[in-house]
């Protein structure tokens, strides 16, 4: 299965646990432009898209927020609440009407605690996303479209 | 096929970004035989030399024309050549995306940077013949939103899902970010009555169709374009040959089921 659905929860984690933490979550929607957390902030909550687009950015003095990603429906928003101090990393903010489910951090991690296959689907979950963005991140870094790509061949 | 190259106008000359035109070319004298989307011309500046370039107009799609980026002496040439200028043409050469062959199916485009130039004449063959297609879908990246070549043009095509992303926005920029596969998520076909065309980087072509693969899309039924150093594109010079394979003959356009195998060398 390619990584754009088998990161998506509803394949990503047994449908035992997907049923646990879907119960846990709650349909939110937001209007474009608003900010769902900012780079430095307590990671309280996260996100899975339903539909819409968000835009994970990162803040610089003096200028408006670069985008590092783009994220769409079926992906994790939100990576943080799982791993100490948890801070947000990053700032994200909704692109288009945003539909979403919802999950307060605390009421997972505590699942996490209180039952380790839980805990372990979840972070497999979580850590395989974290894995696919590391790798696309790397991937740009390589600055694929450059000019050294395009060389004449002599 | 001529051998020697055949002298053509420049008719319009249309920049794409700062280092990319677009040369509308129209025969001097004896036309060429028709170009196919993703057959490709030996483009000569007369005193510098001859490249390898894909057609990204065919005549069959508004007149031929070459999509050319400045990345060396022959390119600068050609990049700096002005409307009323003459350049040479030798071809058609290569084979063809075989577009025909996914009637009644989806088609699903991948192209990255200036790979969505020789894709361009597929797109609008595909749109232009709709009827005869399921779902068409565009996906593509490039690296700024400056860099993207045919700009305008890209939200005027009436496909089913067009979805552009870059790795790096400009101000302003409130598409997507990020590297092109993220898109297929986000594309509606069939996988397993889907036909997908893909061009760009190397490395990229790798992702997508190995993605696609994934996706449930029949390896043979992934058509990738790819780049390897044309020199006489007759197949006699063997500069491009590809494991078994000569590109400029068989090639550029080759299955995945064919290509994959042979990419994971890396001597090749």
Known sequence: ?154 | MTAVPVPHRVVARRPETADTVTLCLEPVGAALPDFAPGQFAMVHSFGRGEIPVSASSVQATGGLAHTIRSVGAVSDGLCATRVGDVVGLRGPYGNTWELERAHGADVLVVAGGIGLAPLRPLILTALDGRKAYGRVNVLIGARTPDDLIVRKEIESWPTTFTGVTVDQPADGWRGDVGVVTQLLGRARFAPDNTWAFVCGPEPMIRAAARELAEHGVPRDRVRVSLERNMRCATGHCGHCQFGPLLLCQVGPVVDWAHAEPLLSVREL
């Open chain 1, 1 to 154: 299965m390619p990584p754009s659905i088998a990161l998506r929860m509803n394949h990503a984690l047994p449908v035992e646990h997907r049923e646990r933490l879907v119960r846990l979550g709650r349909e939110v929607s937001f209007a474009p432009g608003t900010r769902l957390f900012e780079e430095g902030g307590h990671a309280g909550r996260f996100w899975i898209i339903r539909n819409g687009t968000a835009a994970l950015d990162m803040y610089v003095p003096g200028r408006r927020p670069p985008v590092i990603e783009t994220l769409g429906v079926g992906d994790l928003t939100g990576l943080s609440w799982l791993y100490e101090p948890f801070v947000w990393q990053l700032g994200a903010e909704a692109l288009t009407p945003l539909s979403a489910h919802e999950f307060d951090a605390v009421a997972v991690r505590l699942m996490c605690l209180e039952d380790p296959e839980f805990g372990r689907a979840v972070e497999h979950w979580v850590g395989r996303v974290l894995a696919h963005r590391l790798n696309a991140a790397r991937t740009r870094l390589v600055d694929l479209y450059g000019i050294h790509e395009a060389k004449e061949v002599r």
